[in-house]
T-cell receptor, first 113, second 115 residues
Framework: EPEVTQTPSHQVTQMGQEVILRCVPI?????FYWYRQILGQKVEFLVS????????KSEIFDDQFSVERPDGSNFTLKIRSTKLEDSAMYFC???????????FGEGSRLTVL | AQSVTQLGSHVSVSEGALVLLRCNYSSSVPPYLFWYVQYPNQGLQLLLKYTSAATLVKGINGFEAEFKKSETSFHLTKPSAHMSDAAEYFCAVRIMDTGRRALTFGSGTRLQVQP
């Protein structure tokens, strides 16, 4: 069964460091999303991406965050200078053209010290 | 604006008992509605979805949900709880006629199943 793959599964970083989280979407999916879940809290929308550009972003997705699809396969989320409050599980999700459902990856746990 | 409210952050049932997890949505137009399950240390897995077809939707693992427009609800049920159902459950809504194509999630309900 096709699945969304995320790497790394867990990353520990120092405050102020740059982090890149990677996602390999399901092959025929065109819509990509990043969500965040701080421990014990709800799943929050960060950004959606379609046709090589951001289609929507939340207030959480500030200038410290960026997304790109550099090689046509990986979809990445970059946090330029991490803060303690960026510690969370980050989920990538993808969606096909004619379906409403999102398929989620297993998540990347980011711990900022 | 679209939103979704899950009543009860924790629900505890006995094994074999009925499971009822509540979800209410706010939308001026018919939404797409979803239930996702999250097992410990895992990602989000789709249980079922409502996309304007049948109002009673059957999902995986014996779960089902009924879309009730008059009550703006999409409660998740399962006739008989199993120990393996213990997990976090998220209701999510997506409005199809706006630029917002992303899902909005509820705050989640943690289901505990007692032996």
């Amino acid at each position: 069964e096709p699945e969304v793959t995320q790497t790394p599964s867990h990353q520990v970083t120092q405050m102020g460091q740059e982090v890149i989280l990677r996602c390999v979407p399901i092959s025929n999916h065109l819509y990509f999303y990043w969500y965040r879940q701080i421990l014990g809290q709800k799943v929050e929308f960060l950004v959606s991406f379609y046709n090589n550009e951001i289609s929507e972003k939340s207030e959480i997705f500030d200038d410290q965050f960026s997304v790109e699809r550099p090689d046509g396969s990986n979809f990445t989320l970059k946090i330029r200078s991490t803060k303690l409050e960026d510690s969370a599980m980050y989920f990538c999700a993808t969606r096909g053209e004619n379906t409403g459902e999102l398929f989620f990856g297993e998540g990347s746990r980011l711990t900022v010290l | 604006a679209q939103s979704v409210t899950q009543l009860g952050s924790h629900v505890s049932v006995s094994e074999g008992a009925l499971v009822l997890l509540r979800c209410n949505y706010s939308s001026s137009v018919p939404p797409y509605l979803f239930w996702y399950v999250q097992y410990p240390n895992q990602g989000l897995q789709l249980l079922l979805k409502y996309t304007s077809a049948a109002t009673l939707v059957k999902g995986i693992n014996g779960f089902e949900a009924e879309f009730k427009k008059s009550e703006t609800s999409f409660h998740l049920t399962k006739p008989s709880a199993h120990m393996s159902d213990a997990a976090e459950y998220f209701c999510a809504v997506r409005i199809m006629d706006t630029g917002r194509r992303a899902l909005t999630f509820g705050s989640g309900t943690r289901l505990q199943v007692q032996p």
